[in-house]
């Protein structure tokens, strides 16, 4: 094993022999001597050899035996940069080939390429402090909720469908017909460990939702789950508030307490957005007052007119990208207005077809140029497709580079989702959510204003962690089931098992899970959430290393009792 690591001597050492080893980050030759840049998970120490006729590739695995001596042309950006390494015995353990991708940090391969030699990708120093930071979080968490008296407890991977609003993955088995689902969640084992009196559970925990991946979504992902018996809202939040206290302390990441808190509405109608980014205005303004006398047709009928003023002069790409955005969102269209007293223009639909209104909104934001964006629509229209032209703007302008974080708790949500074509309801969040407690005795009949008792942590523009006070009466378990149009007969064989713990038992509880990909994502500044995975899928959900999923043998689908059907 080795006893000195790539990052450790200094120039105290000098004299010192040692034994480094490592993968050969670079290599350079200048006259008789051969510099080698030696890398290993914690840097890299410079090597010099001699006369030296070996062929050396790099990424190569060396062991190296010298004596620590000064260098000459020291180095300030490396840590190491005062010593170097000259070395005495070489041994190359393993030699590399031609590599696919040189391992850089700055690194310009195709992230494909990347992924099919994970191991290679993940020899680059950023990738490795990504890997380095996940490990030293999910430490903190373990040690804050151990130090408030959490058990972490395992719970099934091969189990039963848990409905948190994604397809299941299912696993076949060698019982006729018969199939395990992959959890979606632990959420009824964190449930039943309420019922079992374990109070405090948490887990660091792999979850499975059969969706497509997007940058900030994986079809396996890592949740932190917590459940707490006889614990409010108010309960979860301040405890997730110590626990962040802690682990943005250890990071050294400043986070002011107590967090912000927003209700549903509020972020809807204020930025358009469950999941606000608060680390920039733009607010969506009502306009609907101001066009009450418009005789412009497309905005008269409309229930609601909302603007973002932005003080950037959109130009004509930022113009058809925002458009998209807002169309992709709902919107007819996005009707908009440039004004640029420099040039003295004033440009757009906006201007030609409602100059006074477009001039009070001006008076009203006491701005004299900038740019105007516009939705005429229904309430919900209008804010979803700006609050998505929002965040567009927040990306175009990079008013999210800001190094600063910004955390929101969304609070008061509504209890159901409406699918305003089909016009079936689903859950907000999941069928064991409890109601708020003023809609207790309303939400089944009214569902459109009935709210729950949910909470979601937002941070950066990304929800990291969504969690509830759950329903702990078996009658009101039964009517959200009867309000989701779940039979009594489909509940019984999909949840019996846990309904029955309603019945001998079951302490008030609230719980949250949070998404740790998702929050090393933002804590490493990485683009993707494929970037702190160790070996994730690809943006279609493959594992293009291994080629996973792929085609099985005709003997082991007769042993699940499974046939291939060939499509002519
Ligand atoms: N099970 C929920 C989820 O995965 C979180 C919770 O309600 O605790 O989103």
Not at 272 to 299: M, V, W, Y
Not at 359 to 381: C, Y
């Amino acid at each position: 094993m080795k006893n000195v690591n790539n990052n450790e001597l200094r120039i105290k050492d000098i004299g010192r022999k040692v034994t480094l080893y490592g993968f050969v980050a670079n290599k350079r030759k200048m006259g008789e001597l051969t510099f080698i840049d030696l890398r290993d998970r914690w840097g890299i120490t410079q090597i010099v050899i001699k006369g030296n006729n070996q062929k050396i590739s790099k990424e190569s695995v060396l062991k190296v035996t010298g004596i620590v001596i000064e260098r000459q042309d020291k180095n300030k950006n490396l840590p190491t940069g005062e010593i170097e390494i000259e070395s005495k015995e070489i041994e190359v353990l393993s030699s590399a080939e031609q590599l696919p991708f040189i391992v850089h940090d700055d690194l310009e391969a195709k992230e494909e390429t990347r992924l099919r030699h994970r191991y290679l990708d993940l020899r680059r120093p950023k990738m490795m402090k990504n890997l380095v930071l996940r490990h030293k979080v999910n430490k903190l968490i373990r040690d804050f909720l151990d130090s408030q008296e959490f058990l972490e407890i395992e719970t099934p991977i091969l189990s039963k469908s848990t409905p948190e609003g994604a397809r299941d993955f299912l696993v076949p088995t060698r019982k006729k017909g018969k199939f395990f689902a992959l959890p979606q969640s632990p959420q009824l084992y964190k449930q039943l460990l309420m019922a079992s009196g374990v109070e405090k559970y948490f887990q660091i925990v792999r979850a499975f939702r059969d969706e497509d991946s997007r940058k900030d979504r994986q079809p396996e992902f890592t949740q932190l789950d917590i459940e707490m018996s006889y614990a409010s809202e108010e309960d979860v939040i301040n405890l997730v508030e110590k626990l962040f206290k802690y682990i943005f302390e250890k990071l050294g990441r400043n986070l002011s307490f107590p967090i912000q808190r927003m209700e549903f509405d509020e972020a809807m109608n204020r930025f358009g957005s469950d999941k606000p980014d608060l680390r920039f205005g733009n607010e969506l303004k009502d306009a609907t007052e101001i066009f009450a006398n418009t005789s412009f047709n497309a905005f008269k009928k409309a229930e609601k007119i909302k603007y973002i003023f932005v003080d950037e002069i959109l130009n004509k790409k930022h113009i058809k990208i925002l458009e998209e955005e807002a169309k992709k969102n709902g919107a007819k269209g996005l009707a908009w207005s440039t004004i640029d007293l420099e040039l003295n223009q004033k440009l757009g639909p906006g201007y030609k077809f409602f100059e006074e209104e477009i001039n009070q909104i001006l008076t009203l934001n006491e701005k004299q140029q900038g740019s105007i964006l516009l939705v005429a629509d229904t309430n919900d229209i209008s804010n979803k497709s700006l609050g998505a032209v929002r965040t567009k703007i927040g990306e175009i302008f990079k008013y999210t580079d800001k190094k600063e974080d910004k955390l929101v708790w969304i609070t008061n949500w509504p209890l159901y989702e409406c699918d305003e074509e089909n016009k079936t309801f689903s859950s907000a969040h999941h069928p064991f959510t409890s109601p708020s407690l003023d809609t207790l005795d309303s939400f089944d009949i009214d569902k459109k204003n009935a709210k729950s008792r949910a909470y979601d942590l937002v941070m950066n523009g990304y929800e990291i962690g969504g969690g509830s006070v759950r329903i702990n009466s078996l009658e009101i378990q039964k009517r959200i089931f009867d309000s989701l149009n779940i039979s009594k007969q489909q509940a019984n064989k999909q949840f019996g098992f846990f309904l029955e713990a309603f019945k001998f038992g079951l302490p008030p509880h609230s719980g949250i899970a949070f998404g740790i990909d998702r929050l090393i994502m933002i804590l490493t500044n990485s683009q993707s959430i494929r970037d702190v995975i160790a070996f994730p899928k690809n943006a279609n959900g493959i594992a293009i290393m291994e080629n996973a999923p792929s085609i099985t043998s005709k003997e082991q689908l007769d042993e699940y009792f499974i046939m291939e059907i060939n499509e002519e």
